[in-house]
């Protein structure tokens, strides 16, 4: 056990940064492309920003809210999930949390315990790995987005990283970094392995209201009883600064999610929550419309400047910068990007990629990410 001044095992093991550093100025003297960070250029839609609520429309708004969030928000997240997935949703199934982000940290130490392993189908939201070593668990990385191509490969590579202390497996889709969508019957059999193993499912479906080719399949409507579904107010209607967003999963687990919570952060922003409640109830649905349109477009133009097949959603490309390195490794790579004006996310945050990089192509006006993906590719292509 630590004691003064010594740190916890746990927070060493945390990372405090999964981006690339700019080290120096860029040459031409102009700020840096931010396509390290994912995050949209777009302001909220009209009714769903902060400008937008009063008290005398919200009597309260700075008060705190119940810890599980608004009844009435719970009620509509319940009405929109159900519609969505087919799984008849009720309030007490539902958690608004800071931030899905938080909503993941919080299932982590709900359902996991010190010592056991949860699998993360690689490469993953680099968050996810320090919330299971920040509750003292330990994160398994299973490499399968960037080279698995069927469901029954998937099951097998799955199998292949689980052991005894394997109590539950994360996955998100749309697929931050590569873009890809995890195919409903690769679900199927994925969460088939998964129910007979007794595993948790921690599904990220932060990116859901942003494909661009194909469907969106949600876990929880293949395998209810043992999923817990993650969203994002702040992907969805570009709220990230509101730190927002809701689970949705079987009650017991729910119930113990909202323990962690109470004592974490307590409840989510009230202002934010009801930003949220607008943005369900129609305020952002033409804004919504409009942001999938122009990122399908940007994400098209930025996969075929790099040599890349086009995202099926997300807003994310995971190239493989391996034929541009030299013997200075990524860390190299890297410090000429940001030297050459563009940051972007480096491909061991995201587990065992050490010669990727991920970069989004919504964190600043489409000019900007044009002029940012010619830097990149310039020198992926040298």
């Known amino acids: 056990m630590p004691r003064f001044p010594r740190i916890a095992e746990s927070a060493q093991g945390v990372k405090g940064s999964v981006y690339s550093g700019l080290k120096k100025k860029p040459a031409s003297g102009k700020p840096p492309v931010p396509l390290h960070i994912g995050d949209t250029w777009m302001e909220p839609a009209e009714g769903c920003r902060m400008q937008d609520l009063t008290v005398e429309d919200h ?29 008849e949703t009720e309030r007490g199934q539902v958690v608004v949390t800071g931030g899905a982000t938080a909503g993941l940290a ?7 315990s010190p010592g056991e392993e ?16 920040a509750f003292g668990a330990t994160p398994v990385d299973v490499p399968m987005m960037t080279e698995v191509e069927t469901a029954e490969a998937a099951v097998e590579r799955l199998e292949q990283y689980r052991t005894d202390k394997t109590v539950a497996v994360y996955w998100n889709t749309p697929h931050n970094p590569t873009g890809r969508l995890l195919p409903r019957d690769w ?24 494909v661009y080719e194909g469907e969106h399949a949600y876990t929880r409507t293949v395998s209810p009883d043992n999923t817990i579904s ?19 999963g079987p009650n017991e687990a729910i119930d113990a999610v909202k323990r962690i919570m109470t004592n974490i952060n307590y409840s989510a922003c009230s202002a934010s929550q009801l930003a949220a409640l607008n943005a369900l109830n129609g305020a952002a649905d033409e804004w919504v419309a409009n942001a999938r349109e122009k990122y399908a477009q940007l994400g098209r133009e930025a996969a075929e400047a790099l040599g890349l097949p086009g995202p099926k959603g997300s807003t994310f490309l995971f190239p493989d910068v391996s034929h541009a390195l030299d013997e200075r490794g990524l860390d190299g790579f890297l410090g000429d990007l940001a030297e050459a004006g563009v940051l972007v996310a480096p491909g061991p945050s995201f587990g065992p990629y050490n010669q990727h990089v991920r970069m989004c192509f919504t964190a600043a006006p489409p000019d900007e990410i044009r002029r940012g993906v010619d830097i990149l590719a310039s020198k992926i292509q040298r």
Not at 106 to 112: E, H, K, N
Request: charged share 20%; hydrophobic share 40%.
């Open 59 to 87: 009597p309260g708004m700075h008060r705190y809210s119940p810890v599980p969030g608004y009844p009435q928000l719970r009620d509509r997240i319940a009405e929109v999930h159900g519609e969505r997935t087919g799984i």
């Open 106 to 112: 919080a299932v982590v130490g709900a359902l996991v």
């Open 118 to 133: 949860v699998l993360l189908v690689a490469p993953y939201w680099p968050l996810i790995a320090g919330s299971v070593r």
């Open 187 to 210: 679900l199927e059999a994925m969460s088939q392995w998964a129910r007979k193993n007794d595993l948790w499912i921690f599904s990220d479906d932060v990116y859901e209201d942003y």
């Open 230 to 248: 993650v969203h994002s107010f702040s992907k969805a209607y570009g709220m990230a600064g509101n730190r927002c967003g809701y689970l949705a």
